[in-house]
């Protein structure tokens, strides 16, 4: 079992930045690919982007690609989202996710552990 709880989320400008982070708890959350994912209201969630095990290998959605950077600390247990130059677009809950094998996945019914969720409000 793994706990996982976000932080980091708020009322943002168009073109902010903004840094999420996913505190992980419980059997070795270093041993765990994690993932971010979002869900605007009216929309179904939707993947951001995930990390590998070791952190070596990462995984964006095209609406994000050069604006948002994953990364994760296991000496913390811990998985960060950066973000640069928010859209309005961007709005929504955003949900860290654990799955315990080594590689990353885009798809969110391969995440056994998620978090509570942060909500990110960008106004234009």
């Known amino acids: 079992q793994v706990q996982l709880v976000e932080s980091g989320g708020g009322l943002m ?22 993932g971010w994912f979002r869900q605007a209201p009216g929309k179904e969630r939707e993947f951001v982007t995930a990390i590998n095990w070791s952190g070596d290998s990462t995984y964006y959605a095209d609406s994000v690609k050069g604006r948002f950077t994953i990364s994760r ?4 247990n811990a ?5 640069n130059n928010l859209k309005p677009e961007d709005t929504a809950v955003y949900y860290c996710a654990a799955r315990r094998y080594f590689g990353a996945s885009r798809y969110a019914d391969e995440y056994a552990y998620w978090g509570q969720g942060t909500q990110v409000t960008v106004s234009s």
Do not use: F
């Open 13 to 34: 400008q168009t073109g902010d930045s903004l840094r999420l982070s996913c505190a992980a708890s419980g059997h070795t959350p270093s041993m765990y690919s994690m």
């Open 73 to 76: 600390d296991n000496g913390k």
């Open 79 to 83: 998985v960060y989202l950066q973000m």
